[in-house]
Structures are given as C-alpha cells and as structure tokens.
C-alpha cells in the first residue's frame, strides 16, 4: 500500500510544470557531461567524397590572416569527445610522443605541411613525427585555442616549446593547426585526417616552386633515411605513395 502512494505521489509530482522543468535541465546537463551538445558548426569545407586524395582537402588561409596565433586556451571552443581525442593525440605527436596508434589518425593518402616538410602519404608523415626525436631532446605544448569546429574542419591556434639536440636552448613558437577531417570517420569515435596544416606565418604556403619542392624533398629524404632504423616507420611502408605524388 505505501508502494501504491509513493508511486501515485511521484507520478503526482511528475505532471507539475517545476518537476518538467527540473527533468529537462536535468536531461541537458546530462548530455552535455556526456558530450552531446558539444556538437561542430555543421560548415562543410571540402569535397565529401572520402576516396579523394588528401591533396584536395587542404585549408587555405588568406593574406591577412592575423599571424599572432598565440592561443588563450579559456577561449577554446567545445569539442566532442571524439574530436578531443583526436586532437589530443595531435598534440601528442607534436610532443615527441608518437606512436603507431597515433600515426593512424591520417588517412594512407593524407598530407602533412609545414614551413619545412610536404609529406603526401602516411609513410611520409610518419617518417615526420617518428624523426623528431633524432632532432629534439623535448618538446612540450604550452597551451593550444580551438577556434574553428566546422563539420569537416578543426582548427587550433598552438604554442610549443622545443629543445634541439646540437643546441640546447628551448625554442618557442606559435602556429595555427587546421585540420581536415575525413569525410569516411567524422562521425566515428576514431577521426582521421585527410589534410593537417601547421602555418607559422599570415600569408599562407605555395605548393610550387623550389620551396615546395625542397618541403617535398626533406620528406621523401627523411622517411628513406628513417626507414633503415625505425621500425614503427616500416609499419607505414603499404601507404607510399597512396596520395598520388
């Protein structure tokens, strides 16, 4: 009989408007705590058809991006779990931590480019990341600002600091991280990148000329010399060429 009342009583109090009121905050704090809520602009940036070589997802910026791309992490956007993820293990990799896992978060026909290296393969990003512990004895993030959440695109600015290995004085610098995100995995707890872009500068990278071509060369050169004693690097060895040169 108690049992009977107190589920009378709580039915009761499940029609008054303040226990609806209560419940739908209850529910939406709820989901935001599970990272629903926490979801991208809904942009599309590049093609959709994942099959497209990384090459034709690659973000441009243009000439008067401001180029002061120091981050104020309490401004960072919201990201969902899976995109937090992904962008931790980039960072990760940033930090001399890369592993076989990480590497994985690029698609086999994926593009790396920087001021130094143009790697159009997953073997060669590979031979990028798992190469910078024969230069650097440290590398530490000091803070990144997610400022774009697009449905195809994320975009951060990130300050690190690096100690080279022939001259021990830490080095800071500053860049914007974009991020093109696999068509094929956007929706999947385990993104994948079709074309990551690291800009120091305001005006951004020419892919012609000598420049481009020394970027693509450093790459082919690292991957080839790596190879004879990284292990983790052969792991990549099916992806070459997979981007089409």
Partial sequence: ?????????????????AAKRYTASMATTLAASQGQGLGDSGKVNFPTDAKLPGKHFEPRQTNDTPSDYTPNPSKSLPLSPARRALVDDIISLYELGAT???????????VYNDELGYA???????????????????????GHEVVTNDRDL????????????LVPKTIRLRSLVSLALDPATVDQDF???????????????????????????????????LSAVNDDLNAFAPDKGAGGG
């Fill in 1 to 17: 009989m108690c049992l009977r009342v107190f589920s009378l009583s709580y039915k009761a109090y499940l029609g008054h408007p």
């Fill in 120 to 142: 159009d393969d997953r073997y060669k990003i590979a031979g990028q990341w798992f190469g910078l512990p024969y230069v650097f004895s440290a590398g530490k993030s000091k």
């Fill in 191 to 225: 993104i994948r990148v079709k074309y990551h872009k690291d800009q120091a500068s305001a005006e951004d990278y020419s892919n012609e000329g000598v420049g481009a071509m020394l970027k693509k060369l450093q790459a082919e050169s690292t991957a080839r010399v």
């Fill in 154 to 165: 994320i975009r951060f600015r990130h300050e690190m600091e690096w100690t080279p290995k």
């Fill in 100 to 110: 076989v896992e990480r590497v994985r978060r690029y698609t086999p026909d994926a």
